[in-house]
């Protein structure tokens, strides 16, 4: 037991290495591609990525109707990714609010296997 505890302790101790290595690399590279006056390469977004998150965040905002939120999130997705057109932008945004109903109507598999919890009955207890 205390030789696979060791192994164990040799192994985090490798990962905590591995890790601090690649953060001060990922440092270095970031400062010298800075110093350099290089743009340094950042996460590509798709627009179909883009348009789930900017509805799931309209929906957050309460005071707002659904044609107003819908609004809102095709004009920061037009700001996003100016390449698209309104129609376009519009339409990613629509498709993002019918999967998200799908959703919302589709029964979940898990919610039908769950048996409901059951509660102490006064005989249960005077066994204790």
């Known amino acids: ?13 490798v990962i905590v290495a591995v890790s601090q290595g690649v953060s001060t690399a990922l440092d270095f590279y970031i400062k ?14 798709t627009v179909k990525e883009a348009s789930d998150a900017l ?9 707002l ?7 809102w ?11 698209l057109t309104k129609e376009v932008a519009a339409g990613m ?3 993002s609010y019918d ?7 589709a029964p979940s598999q898990d919610n039908e296997t769950v ?3 059951g509660f102490v009955q006064p005989e249960d207890e005077k066994n204790d």
């Open 65 to 71: 109707t659904g044609a107003e939120k819908k609004s």
């Open 99 to 105: 999967d998200a109903q799908k959703e919302m109507a």
């Open 32 to 45: 010298k591609m800075t110093a350099s006056g290089k743009k340094v390469p950042e996460q590509v977004v």
């Open 55 to 63: 509805y799931s965040q309209a929906n957050k905002l309460l005071d």
């Open 73 to 83: 999130a095709t004009d920061q997705l037009l700001k996003q990714k100016p390449q």
């Open 1 to 13: 037991m205390e030789q696979l505890t060791n192994y164990a302790l040799i192994v985090l101790i």
């Open 93 to 95: 945004i629509q498709k």
């Open 115 to 117: 048996e409901p919890i």
